[in-house]
Every structure is written in C-alpha cells, then in structure tokens.
C-alpha cells in the first residue's frame, strides 16, 4: 500500500513512511470495552447514562431530566438500527459494522450517460434523503480500518468493505447551531445525537437507491473507515487544531457518513478554506479545552497514545484526556466546536463576510472580530428551551 498518493498534494496530507492503516480496535470508545488504561465504573455508568433509567440527571442546569430526556431521544432512532441486527447476528450496525438492513436491489446496472450524469442524480437524491453537503472521492485504502472491533471477543475482525468499489460518498448532516452553545451539558448532545439519526436515515435510503440502480452500495457511520480524510479528499473542507473538519457552510458542526459503492462517479476536488493559517495565529479551542487535550504546538507527527493515528503530521487530541472528561461530566463535550471562530451560522450576510476575511491575510482582523462581536461563552439551558424557534 503507497503511504503517499497524489491527492495527498491538494490535501496537503503529510503521510510518512511508517503510517500505518487504523485499528478501530485502538478507537477510545472501544478501547473502554477492554483496555483497562480507560476502562472504569465511571466509564460504564457514561454510557449507561444514554438510556433513561440510568441518565443520572441531577439540578445543575443542562443536566436535569428533561436536557437528559430530550439527549437519550435523539439516540433512539440510531440505537434501534445499531441494534437491528445485534441479537442475532452480533453486528453493531452504525457503530462497528455497516449497515445490512437492505432489499434486493436490481440486477444489473442502470446504464449512465457519463459519471456526471449519475454524479448529479446521487447529488439529487442525497439531498432529498436529507444530507446537507455530499461530496465524492476514490476509495483510498489508507483510510480503511485494517480491522473492525467484535464486540463478543473484544478483538478485531476483519473489514468486511469489498476492496474494489472504486468510489466513496461522503454525506454531512450539520448540527444544531444553538444546541452547541449550551456544551457542556447533556443537552448540547442532543445536536451530535440527531446528527447521527439524520445521518442513518440517508445513509440507509440513499444506499438501498443506488442498490436499487443495481449497483452496490455499503453505507457506514463511525464502522469501516476514518471520516475526516474522506470528507476533505472528498471537498468538504480542512482540518482543524481540535481535529474537527471545518467547511465552509457549517464550520465545526458536521457529522460524517461514507457509503462505499461503484456506482461511476466524477470525484470532487479538495477544498482550501485558509483553515490551516487562521489555526496558526488562534489557540480558542486549546485554550477553552478543560483537560488540555488539544496541542498548542504546531502540527507534528507526535501521538499521545494507541487512539492517535501513526505516521500522519497533523494536530493530534488527545482522546483519553478527552474521553475521561466525556465521562466525568457524564455527557459528550464540544467545547471545541462552541469556541472555534468558524462556528457561525453562514446562512447570515456578515458571517459570510467573516469567512472570506479570515480566509485571507486579514484573518487576525477576523479573530478580533470575532472576541469583539461574537459571545462564546456558554449559554444555559434554559436560555436554549426558551428561545422561539
Ligand atoms: S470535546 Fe471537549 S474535552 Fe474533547 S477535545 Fe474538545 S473541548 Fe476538549
Ligand atoms: S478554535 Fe481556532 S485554532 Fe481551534 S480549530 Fe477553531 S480556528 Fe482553529
């Protein structure tokens, strides 16, 4: 497998010789099912707590029953088709295993004018099933998971993605705006955990669509492979310091799936939104992170430990400081989407105009701007179950 690729020259990806391909073994969420580095009661009751009996909801504001009961419900969706297939079959849909819960589609392929024809009707119809951005790339075999995580052995398995499907989609659901100004509490979750339903429901009908053209169509969400490296390969946008794709229609605030499929299409080309040098001369997120996860420095091939990708210089979190944060407050944090500059809604003129001069040698204006003009700081709850929608 080469570590380096030509795409790797409009990505700006800095791959060396010892990359090595991820285990989802190594996955931090995994990780606190055997490693017992992360592994704790506290751990367990973190995830215990996405189902309503066990929320441990408490007064603190964005952590009482109703924060905890609307978080748990926006999971629902995405934790019945997790567990479609569980009982009988082992697999973790969704999360370790892709998505299996199709029809027979048609036997032979829909005869396409050209990619672009077939590109533009997947665009289509992936809007329709409700996707906010779609982009596409080649199948790129750095980003696969060498193995998947078996829940019965805790141990991997192997990648059950077919190896010549030459094409990947990639779908991005976006995340409530005013949901991540309530981080930290369990009801900032609420924003990632209808990203993820969002995502299932167009995954699963986009892929039974291009099945049904005769095709073949595997759709995956946190199983089989990476997301960010596809979805930048795939035109969304750049990485930022906190690790978090930025683009340009949502900032931070995206959520990823991947269908893997051979359906002929014409790939996007990589994006440059002046993520990387707006990063260089801003350090919110590092500085807002509560366990210092985030790195100050600048990208370096450094990793903290077996959750960190090898062989790849990039800003690199560390996900067990992270992780025991999620569990210490008992919900998921995005601290680092709240505070990121980019974090705007750009349905709005000015935020548009924001964008364009921190994508230029303005872009300290854009971050004075931005400490002038824009409150980051958290907002309450309630502010959150008041407001008119
Ligand atoms: S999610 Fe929270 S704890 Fe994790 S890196 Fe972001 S700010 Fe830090
Ligand atoms: S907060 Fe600043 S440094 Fe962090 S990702 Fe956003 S722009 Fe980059």
């Known amino acids: 497998m080469p570590f380096k690729k030509p795409i790797d020259d409009l990505t700006g990806f800095d791959l060396s010789e010892d990359f090595q391909q991820f285990d989802q073994k190594n996955d931090i969420y995994c990780r606190s099912l055997w490693d017992t580095a992360v592994q704790s009661d506290k751990a367990k009751a973190f ?12 007064r603190t504001d964005g952590f009482n ?40 589609g048609w036997p032979e392929p829909y005869p396409f004018e050209s990619p672009d024809q077939a590109s533009a009707d997947v665009r289509k119809v992936a809007k329709l099933c409700g996707a906010d951005l779609v982009g596409f790339c080649a199948f790129d075999e750095r980003w696969m998971y060498s193995g998947i995580f078996n829940e019965q052995t805790l141990a991997s398995k192997a990648n059950e993605i077919p190896d010549d499907l030459a094409n990947v989609i990639v779908l991005g659901e976006s995340m409530d705006e005013d949901l991540t100004r309530t981080v930290p509490s369990a009801l900032s979750g609420s924003a990632t955990g209808m990203g993820y339903s969002f995502d299932a429901l167009t995954l699963l009908t986009l892929a039974q669509y291009i099945r049904n053209l005769g095709y073949r169509a595997y759709a995956t969400m946190n199983d089989s492979s990476l997301a960010i490296p596809l979805a930048v390969q795939a035109g ?36 440059k939104i002046g993520v990387p040098a707006f990063c260089q001369i801003c350090d ?17 091939p ?41 974090n705007r809604d750009y349905s709005r003129w000015y935020n548009r105009i924001w964008r364009n001069i921190a994508n230029s040698p303005l872009r300290r204006l854009a971050l004075w701007l931005d400490d002038k003009l824009t409150n980051r700081r958290r907002h309450k709850s309630s502010w959150w179950w008041r407001k008119k929608q």
């Open 236 to 271: 969304f946008g750049e990485v930022g310091r906190h690790s978090l794709l930025i683009t340009p229609e949502f900032g931070p605030r995206l959520r990823l799936g991947r269908i893997f499929t051979d359906i002929p299409l014409t790939h996007d080309t990589p994006k």
């Open 47 to 58: 995830f215990n707590g996405y189902f309503m009996p066990e929320a441990r909801s408490r």
């Open 302 to 342: 450094k990793t903290h430990n077996r959750s960190n990708l090898i062989g790849v210089t990039k800003w690199t979190v560390d996900a067990e400081k992270c992780f025991k944060f999620w569990v210490n407050q008992n919900t998921d944090c995005s601290i680092c989407i709240r505070v990121c500059p980019f």
């Open 284 to 300: 919110r997120c590092a500085t807002g992170c509560p366990p210092a996860a985030i790195p100050f420095e600048p990208p370096s």
């Open 65 to 104: 029953q109703r924060d905890y009961a609307l978080r748990n419900a926006t999971w629902h969706v995405t934790n019945v088709l997790r567990d479609i297939r569980r009982q009988d079959t082992g697999r973790k849909e969704g999360f370790f295993d892709y998505f299996s819960s199709h029809e027979a």
